[in-house]
């Protein structure tokens, strides 16, 4: 049943959009996605919200249907509204047709299967959830198996992050840990760590990628701590031949993935 809301003050309405919040959200266990393509990348990853808004008008688009269906089997919310309560609640002035309420899955690092995937990411107090999002998108389209977010890295439920991951979310292995607990774990099985840093002066095509690899980033403004550059297996640097000292987190770390992932299309990564 699809149940039809025109009240700004509806408790729902209210509840879905203090989702935008990070202390909520964490209360809830809950988090917002945006948007038909993303919502659709989650059903594909067999991902169903437990909430699902959708603007009047769009009842009949074939995406949309097939969303309103999953919902309904699984017992979850069907909610049509007005755009102007989606506005409401995505604080955007075009809104999407969609709106998807999901449960938070975080994973636990002591349950990462290191050997399901060759290719890992790890991020150490990453600041921008736009620069996450793209990270987390990278790592699907390269086949990694994730990201592990060490110490105060920004909370990957947020809206924007969810946005900038075109979907990526529902399809990558997501840990919140710490910088000790990491090491302990990596230490634990078979694993290079390989950090990002520019204070190496090792290009990042000479070194021999190993899997699993782990690729270590550090913060946007000060990079890698020097405790943790020294935990590292190897250090490597893109070179730089403009101005510019440094590209920006996410860029650098797709540059450093498609790396990985072409010596092991070449057959090089031992």
């Known amino acids: 049943m699809i149940d039809r809301i025109a009240s700004h003050s509806n408790a729902t309405i209210k509840r879905i959009r203090a989702l935008r919040d990070k202390k909520f959200r964490r209360l809830e266990g809950r988090f917002l996605a945006e948007g038909l393509r993303i919502l659709t990348e989650a059903l594909e990853a067999g991902v169903v919200p437990e909430i699902l808004v959708f ?11 097939a969303l309103i269906g999953a ?31 999901y449960r938070q899955n975080p994973t636990l690092l002591a349950s990462v299967d290191r050997n399901s995937a060759s290719i890992w990411v790890v991020c150490e107090s990453l600041k921008d959830p736009g620069n996450l999002g793209t990270i987390l998108r990278t790592c699907d389209a390269v086949g990694a198996g994730g990201v592990i977010l060490l110490d105060a ?94 590209l920006n987190v996410a860029v650098a770390t797709a540059v450093l993935l498609y790396e990985v992932l072409n010596q092991q299309r070449r057959g090089t990564v031992a």
């Open 153 to 246: 890295s920004c909370d990957p439920f947020s809206v924007e992050s969810v946005r900038a991951s075109m979907g990526a979310l529902f399809t990558q292995t997501i840990v919140q840990s710490d910088g000790p607990g990491f090491f302990r774990w990596l230490r634990q099985g078979p694993g290079m760590l390989v950090g990002a840093s520019l204070n190496s002066d090792t290009d990042y095509q000479a070194v021999t990628y190993t899997a699993p690899t782990f690729v270590f980033m550090g913060n946007e403004q000060s990079g890698l701590p020097p405790e943790y550059e020294e935990a590292c297996d190897a250090l490597v640097k893109l070179p730089m031949r403009g101005k510019a000292d440094s």
């Open 71 to 101: 919902v309904e089997a699984s017992g979850g919310q069907v909610i049509e509204t007005s755009r102007d309560i989606l506005h409401k609640i995505t604080e955007k002035d075009n809104p999407q047709a969609v709106v998807g309420v």
């Open 55 to 65: 603007a009047e008008g769009a009842h009949g688009h074939p995406l949309v249907e």
